[in-house]
């Protein structure tokens, strides 16, 4: 008996039970595809977390004061923004912005609007804070030396205040005095809760004059040349603070959150660290789902292929009596099993790769390439398994046994 | 006379261990030569399907020897074994047993198959064994449209179609009407006119008293062999009276 003939005998055994053979196949499909888009989700929404946060530019730090508020001894000033710009103590400091925000009613023919912050800085800062500006120009350092009363705007303020008007050139009142409107920012990702677009940028001078005073400053963004230079900029920034506030040195350490220092410095690749491994704890509780599904879904396997081949045990024994060898009916029932794994994790595979083209939840799915490979070959490996285990062990029954089994 | 088709000495088949010890056989031998019709009669219990199944190779005995065609039966591997019963015997069984959900051609295909048969080759001689059945034109029926009778026919057709050296039929009219009963009947008849060796199991008195030979069985003993007509003449058919005592041999242990 050729092996094409035994192939076609299983063939004829998997379509005489038709339904059967689409169910296990379905079992096996809903198994591996649940899997591998389980796995997906949760690497896709790893992945939009770490690309939100490389949008907020990986080559900056910020330092922010820890003090009480007014405290005159523990406070960012000015000075300091301006001291940290030394190209012998910090060389690898591309540029320092000063920013101090505040929230503030925008207020434009009638209408108003309440701008979350405020922000005073100085032109540096859109490239340093990676945000460009959409239309329009942004600020030079002219206008913030000079302190003239120009505004960048967010995406949210130009379509609560000029719906369906250009607002460039447009004068609005902020804090009871005239800014006129020069640009608007390029609309920018939402990285919290917060309307990212719901910001208004003007020359430090500017609003400290008008809105904050000339206190302390909220923080500095310091913007190193290039983001393997983070560090170092990082060390030379405590450096010359250290030195301004009279702290001494051994009281900082590399991440500066030392609670003695009156200063805290954030550095978003830190940020970048932080979030990384928060969502790898979240893929891999994802993957514990998912093996545990895995499981839950080869254990229907492993149920299904011990009925089918339990219930045919009499046909075992009807093909023995008939005088079919045992390594004949083994090989049939194993291709069996073998076609039902293959095709229905073949199909599982098919359906998650479509199912991952949509996004779920809220996040696009990117397929992990391991956990195809796992998932259909724990599923045919298990089908392989436990569809040949009991084949085998009815094919090596005596013929009156098998006929006899109910 | 050739060798006999079947052979057995001192057969005994013991079920279970300790107390439920049942002994099924006790110690049965026998002889059927080429061409003899035989029927194995016994109430319930009195081991005529264990015998059944150890002539036919699907069960192995305890103790004694069994030589099919000349072949020691119990000396055989897996395989050799699965090849006797492929070539060597044909198994017809009470509850027809055909493959579920597939068609008549195919189950009789079936050990031609196994026997490493061409696919054309088993096609025609698949038909020609119904045909011999009367059932040519229910080759494409599954199991399930058949009736009862014609699946007996079917399974009868697919015993012979490897043309085995011997027949055994496992009381093949115990789950039929009388007409079914009939049509098998009548079939069995014409195959042992065309010399085939038949052994069967009954306990229809009507059924055995139309073969050549009756062999009666209690509690897992002959008690009785009777010859009811010769071996080398048709058989007597459906009107077939009880006028037998030609030989009478006491086989095995004859009680006392």
Redesign the interface.
């Known amino acids: 008996?050729t092996f094409y003939?035994v192939v076609r005998?299983a063939l004829?055994g998997l379509s005489?039970?038709k339904l059967r053979s689409a169910l296990t196949m379905l079992g096996i499909l809903i198994g591996v595809a649940a899997v591998i888009l389980l796995v997906a989700v949760g690497n896709g929404s790893a992945k939009a977390i770490s690309d939100r946060i490389e949008a907020l530019g990986t080559n900056t730090i910020t330092v922010m004061s820890t003090g009480r508020g007014g405290s005159s001894s523990t406070a960012l000033t000015k000075d300091m923004s301006d001291a940290l710009v030394d190209p012998v103590l910090a060389p690898d400091v591309r540029s320092v912005s000063p920013v101090v925000s505040a929230s503030a009613t925008i207020t434009f023919e009638g209408t108003d609007h309440d701008v979350n912050s405020f922000v005073g800085t100085t032109p540096g800062w859109f490239a340093a804070s990676n945000t460009p500006v959409g239309s329009g120009a942004g600020f030079t350092a002219d206008d913030e030396s000079q302190g003239r009363r120009v505004v960048v705007i967010g995406q949210t303020v130009a379509e609560e205040l000029f719906p369906g008007v250009d607002p460039i050139d447009k004068q609005v009142t902020v804090g009871g005095a005239l800014f006129t409107v020069v640009g608007v920012l390029a609309e920018k990702s939402s990285t919290g809760f917060q309307d990212a677009n719901d910001t208004a940028v003007a020359p430090l001078s500017a609003v400290r004059q008008v809105l904050t005073g000339y206190g302390a400053l909220n923080s500095i963004l310091v913007e190193a040349r290039s983001p393997d230079q983070v560090d170092a900029v990082q060390s030379e920034v405590s450096t010359i603070l250290n030195q301004r506030l009279n702290v001494t040195a051994t009281a900082t350490s590399a991440n500066g959150r030392q609670s003695t220092t009156p200063y805290r410095i954030q550095n978003a690749s830190q940020l970048l660290a932080t979030q990384t491994e928060t969502a790898d704890t979240f893929t891999t509780l994802l993957g514990a789902v998912a093996a545990i599904s895995l499981l839950v879904g080869g254990i229907g396997i492993t149920n299904i292929m011990l009925v089918t081949v339990t219930e045919r045990t009499?046909?075992i024994?009807?093909?023995?009596?008939?005088?079919?060898?045992?390594?004949?009916i083994l090989t049939q029932f194993l291709i069996e099993a073998t076609l039902l794994s293959v095709i229905g994790g073949a199909l599982g595979v098919a359906a998650a790769l479509i199912g991952s083209s949509f996004e779920i939840v809220g996040v696009k799915p990117v397929i992990v390439p391991s956990s195809i490979g796992l998932a259909l070959g724990v599923s045919i490996a298990i089908g392989l398994f436990f569809g040949g285990l009991p084949a085998s062990r009815a094919a090596r029954l005596?013929?009156?046994d098998a006929?006899r089994y109910e | 006379m050739t060798r006999p088709v079947l052979d057995v000495r001192d057969l005994t088949k013991v079920y279970g261990t300790g107390e439920a010890t049942v002994h099924a056989l006790a110690g049965v031998s026998a002889t059927v030569e080429r061409g003899d019709y035989v029927a194995i009669m016994g109430s319930s219990g009195s081991g005529k399907s264990t015998l059944m199944n150890i002539l036919g190779a699907l069960d192995v005995p305890s103790s004694g020897t069994y030589h099919l065609d000349g072949v020691d039966v119990s000396k055989l591997a897996d395989r050799q074994l699965a090849l006797a019963r492929n070539r060597l015997i044909g198994f017809i069984f009470q509850a027809f047993n055909l493959i579920p959900r597939t068609t008549a051609a195919a189950n009789v295909e079936l050990p031609l198959a196994y026997a490493g048969v061409k696919p054309r080759e088993r096609r025609r001689r698949a038909l020609e064994a119904l045909d011999v059945v009367g059932l040519a034109d229910r080759a494409r029926h599954e199991p399930n449209q058949l009736s009862g009778g014609q699946q007996q026919r079917v399974a009868v057709a697919r015993a012979l179609v490897t043309e085995p050296a011997l027949l055994l039929a496992d009381e093949p009219t115990g789950n039929l009407d009388s007409r079914s009963t009939d049509d098998v009947l009548n079939v069995f008849d014409q195959l042992s006119t065309a010399g085939r060796t038949i052994v069967l199991i009954t306990h229809e008195p009507e059924v055995g008293a139309r073969t050549k030979r009756l062999i009666r069985l209690v509690d897992g003993r002959i008690v009785e062999d009777t010859r009811q007509s010769p071996i080398n003449r048709p058989p007597v058919g459906p009107h077939a009276g009880r006028h037998a005592v030609s030989t009478v041999q006491w086989a095995g242990g004859a009680r006392t």
Do not use: C, D, Q, V
């Open positions: 008996m003939e005998f004829r005489a039970n009499r046909e024994g009807i093909r023995k009596a008939l005088g079919a060898p045992r390594r004949t005596r013929p009156i006929l």
